[in-house]
Nanobody, 124 residues
Framework: QVQLVELGGGLVQAGGSLRLTCAAS????????LGWFRQCPGKEREFVAA???????YYPDSLKGRFTISRDNTNAAAALQMNSLKPEDTAVYYC??????????????????WGKGTLVTVSS
């Protein structure tokens, strides 16, 4: 069992940056593939970023270059650095974890555990 808690959401102006963190509790953290998803107002949840326990990362083409995912296995945490934010990045951001799955599987929704989400609002 893994519990995920997202931190770092808030209000930011367009063009600004924000860093989200995901604190995890549970065993064998370094065997989990981690990821971030978001749900924009009126839209379905979508994949944002994933990182394998080997450190390999994966992003949708639409977010490459602006978002960066990282992990700290020692402290059982993950982070999402978001730069050059746009109003359309406004969403609830969710941390996700999958045991022994690939980053592609996680990106397709193969998630074993979800955090409760943190709201990011980007003002124009």
């Amino acid at each position: 069992q893994v519990q995920l808690v997202e931190l770092g959401g808030g209000l930011v102006q367009a063009g600004g940056s924000l860093r989200l963190t995901c604190a995890a509790s549970g065993r064998a953290f370094n065997t989990y593939t981690l990821g971030w998803f978001r749900q924009c107002p009126g839209k379905e949840r979508e994949f944002v970023a994933a990182i394998h326990w080997t450190g390999v990362t994966y992003y949708p083409d639409s977010l490459k270059g602006r978002f960066t995912i990282s992990r700290d296995n020692t402290n059982a945490a993950a982070a999402l650095q978001m730069n050059s934010l746009k109003p359309e990045d406004t969403a609830v951001y969710y941390c996700a974890a999958s045991l022994l799955k690939s980053i592609q599987q996680l990106s397709a929704g193969g998630v074993d555990y979800w955090g409760k989400g943190t709201l990011v609002t980007v003002s124009s």
